[in-house]
């Protein structure tokens, strides 16, 4: 169902409640590294230790998944997650669609009923999903394979999940990729961007929390830095803001935490963020 955006807006206010959970903050390598010294790779403050980039989003008894890379199957079980409505994928990258096999845990935790996963992505994610798990899309499927349902999104439209208006928001992740980032309400998600244009801006007015990805303080060519990410963040002004994908070269937590303006935050696995929302008609 396509909506336009004075509806959108209308319908984003009907929620009452929604909980972020970031399931991971890291980069595709994760942090720590596997054989890097670093001082953030030895550190012992578990805010350092960053599986890869994911997050949970709760409302109203519904729950999305965005994105489900490597690290998908020890979030689940760590978060004692038993039931999700739908992922949500916000590109084809494997570090963000790499667990997906691991959906039959959900597909088949009441078997003999089969709980069907629904995905969504735009078409060059699910083009690639389609490719990459192609044993669970063939007519003569062996047993146990996933079971699942592929959405293809428009990147210009609102969509329906569970019941829910999601808006995409694309940005660029290089000259070859797009990122979609997704808005519920008064929260919105971005990761893996290093451009955003300024129509896709317009599309985040009026959130209160923005998540947003920060490679390191550095620039890089396929995802913002810390100082590209603040930028996003000045544009929509939301009351909160969160960063996320960071690499071990965003320095150690405790630190790198203290050179941020009032009201941004780096985010860490495990980090629940409530965003209540006063219901209107």
């Given amino acids: 169902m396509a909506l336009g955006m004075g509806e959108v807006c209308h319908i984003f206010h009907i929620f009452v409640a929604m909980k972020l959970t970031f399931l991971g903050t890291g980069t595709s390598q994760g942090v720590p590294v596997i054989g890097c010294k670093c001082e953030v790779c030895r550190s012992e403050d578990g805010r350092d230790r960053r599986l890869r980039t994911a997050a949970m989003v709760e409302m109203g008894g519904k729950r999305f998944i965005i994105d489900a890379g490597p690290d998908f199957r020890y979030q689940m079980l760590r978060e004692g997650v038993t039931h999700i409505d739908a992922i949500l994928l916000t590109h084809e990258h494997k570090d963000h669609t790499g667990g997906i096999d691991d959906v039959r845990a959900f597909n088949f935790v009441d078997f003999p009923v089969i709980h069907t996963m629904h995905i969504y992505g735009n078409e060059p994610t699910i083009t690639s999903i389609r490719r990459d798990f192609h044993y669970a899309f063939s ?125 941004v935050y780096l985010a860490y696995d495990g980090l629940t963020v409530t965003i209540n929302e006063q219901e209107k008609e």
């Fill in 139 to 263: 007519e003569d499927k062996y047993r146990g394979v996933p079971e699942i349902e592929l959405h293809t999104i428009a990147e210009d439209k609102p969509f329906v999940v569970a019941d829910v208006e999601v808006m995409p928001v694309v940005g660029s992740h290089s000259e070859r990729f797009r990122s979609v980032g997704f808005r519920f309400g008064e929260l919105a998600y971005l990761t893996d961007m290093n451009a955003i244009a300024d129509e896709e801006i317009a599309k985040l007015q009026g959130v209160k929390v923005l998540v947003v990805n920060a490679l390191r303080w550095e620039s890089h060519n396929s995802h913002f830095s810390v100082a590209e990410a603040l930028e996003v963040i000045r544009r929509v002004a939301p009351e909160r803001a969160y960063l996320t994908h960071m690499s071990h070269r965003i320095g150690l937590h405790a630190v790198a935490e203290q050179h941020l303006p009032e009201g």
